[in-house]
């Protein structure tokens, strides 16, 4: 394989990570990227980059085209997918193969076969993996849909065949009120749907997620590499993965790696995959309780847990056998390592509902400790970009125990400094940190229940970070050269705001805290024999917080805006108050609708002159592959609107004027 290429289909993370292996394999890597990437860290690691395209992924890593021509004229040999965009595309494994490419990843057939979730499930079935115990069948007599649920065993869900928004859904936890339930779900189906038919499923309470990470060559040999827990999630995104699953028992972790071999076999398959599976962790997990879901046909972003606990490559594997080779080792040679655990640091703000953050990186910094591993795409000084996925980063951390790799990981984020976009790195500490997740008392519904206690609502400012931005804004007023020789506090004398000998003065100062204005804030200057002088920092509710004015704190960086300071892993800016900033192309009497990040706004529904009422949609913004819905706050009459469909939009943009009925 040396000497050969591999062109990677992908950007950012991901396309890292494939560079560093191939490069150590001694493989010349090819980066497409598109016009928004074109400074992006993975097209500078790569022997050699290619634009394939505007920012939009359709039109860039999403251009099947674009991607063959650059990979036949780079001489590329192998194409690997990474995940997301073209991974789990069967037309991009069979035009690689026409253009006689090897696609690093599973055959067609099989890319085909597990994305047909229902077809897959029956598939997998007749191999018998197990399913959510459910009927979906024709018949719907209630007698015999009662009959199904005693066998099925409750708690049930009655679910409409059509359904969706949780209409006709109705949880049931006895018999006695089953034939109730049955009633009112098809009536709620047939109201919204016009079409009265249930299924019956499997109601679990405690559903935990656990995959299998599958391996299988061209030879027919398939192995697993244990599993990953995957439960602690957000709108079924994943937060937080480990490996191995907190609490498995060595016979449930026989019964799902045969359960995932066989699936793997049932579709030919070849290469890194993950079968995912739902698990019943009411009373604790049983070899009993687990149900198939669905088999990703690529590498999963969490796959760096599997590596730490078992010290394998899977990148370099997955391009060993696409080149053909046999799997280096057999089932029984396999065994788990400790425990490790994997974080997603994402460009989010969790104190505004996790919506996407993006802009410029001013610190990147991460800790080097042994048995941590950062896996990222960005470096200070680039750009979080808002045409794709928000990850900044993964933090791994790999301990003896379960408890350790969870105490390094926290340790980790804590010591971790990013500045610029807002993240989810003080969100993610509470996680590791949270008594129930540490004593294994968790499901996928973690989160969502725990979000106050999480940090994931608005709190109020923290007045450490604003005494620190504070200082950090006094030392970069002063001159360098009003400073005492080797030491970092000020000297009284300074040409512009005057000086004084011995005593305090004090000063009033107004500042902007995340955008908002604060007029109390007070500075005490003491000035002392040694021709230096200590800062006081006070608040006009008493609250007094004191330090040497040269010490700004260490996670801290100065913007062209103000001072971003890093405290507890959460980020503060402080600014000094311009009284002349002020939009006034924007400026009337009314409210204005902003955009809350910036994106794309895609869509306007209102005109000049409208009349809105509360609640009413107003504008979408996409950013990230995500989309934020924009609604009115009062009743009131459009009176200005400032961009277009299809316009980028900067975060705070005032996009539509309103001005409240009877004002």
Known sequence: MTNAAVLIANRGEIACRIIRTARRMGLRTIAVYSEADA????????????????????????????????????????????????????????????????????????????????????????????????????????????????????????????????????????????????????????????????????????????????????HDHVVHLFERDCSLQRRHQKVIEEAPAPGMPAAMRQAMGDAAVQAARAVGYVGAGTVEFIVDASEGLRSDRFYFMEMNTRLQVEHPVTEAITGLDLVELQLRVAAGEVLPFDQGGLRIDGHAVEARIYAEDPEKGFLPSTGHLWALQFPTDADLRVDTGVEA????????????????????????????????????????????????KKLCEAPAFRAGQFDTGFIERNLDSLGAVPRPIDAEAVRRGVLALLADHHDDTARKPGSEAFSPWDTRDAFQLMGTRRQGLSVTVDGERIDDIGIEWLCQSDQTSAIAVHWANGTTRSGDAGNGGTALAVTPDGVLVIHDARQTRVGLHDPFSVDLDHLTAGSGIAAPMHGKLVAVFVALGDTVKKGQRLAVVEAMKMEHVLTSAFDGTVTAINAAPGEQVAEGATLIQLDPLGS
């Not at 708690?155 to 339930?181: C, N, S, T």
């Not at 019956?200 to 061209?218: S, T």
């Not at 340790?411 to 990013?418: P, T, W």
């Open 381 to 428: 000084g680039d750009e979080v970009s808002p045409f794709y996925d928000p990850m900044i980063a993964k933090v791994i951390a790999h301990g003896a125990t379960r408890e350790e790799a969870l105490d390094r990981l926290a340790g980790a984020l804590g010591r971790s400094v990013i500045a610029g976009p807002r993240t989810n790195i003080a969100f993610l």
């Open 39 to 218: 400074e992006a860290l993975f097209v500078r690691m790569a022997d050699e980059a290619h634009c394939i395209g505007p920012a939009p992924a359709r039109e860039s890593y999403l251009n099947i085209g674009a991607i063959i021509d650059v990979a036949g004229r780079s001489g590329a040999i192998f194409v690997h997918p990474g995940y997301g965009f073209l991974s789990e595309r069967a037309e991009f494994a069979e035009a690689c193969a026409a253009a006689g490419l090897t696609f690093v990843g599973p055959p067609a057939s099989a890319i085909r076969a597990m994305g047909l979730k229902d077809a897959a499930k029956a598939l997998v079935a007749a191999a018998g993996v197990p399913i959510v115990p459910g009927y979906h069948g024709e018949r719907q007599e209630p007698d015999f849909l009662a009959e199904k649920a005693m066998e099925i065993g409750y708690p049930v869900l009655i679910k409409a065949v059509a359904g969706g928004g949780g209409k006709g859904m109705k949880r049931v936890d006895d018999p006695a009120d089953f034939a109730g339930a049955l009633e009112s779900a098809q009536r709620e189906a047939a109201g919204a749907f016009g079409d009265p038919r249930v299924l019956i499923e499997k109601y679990i309470l405690a559903p935990r997620h656990i995959e299998i990470q599958v391996f299988a060559d061209a």
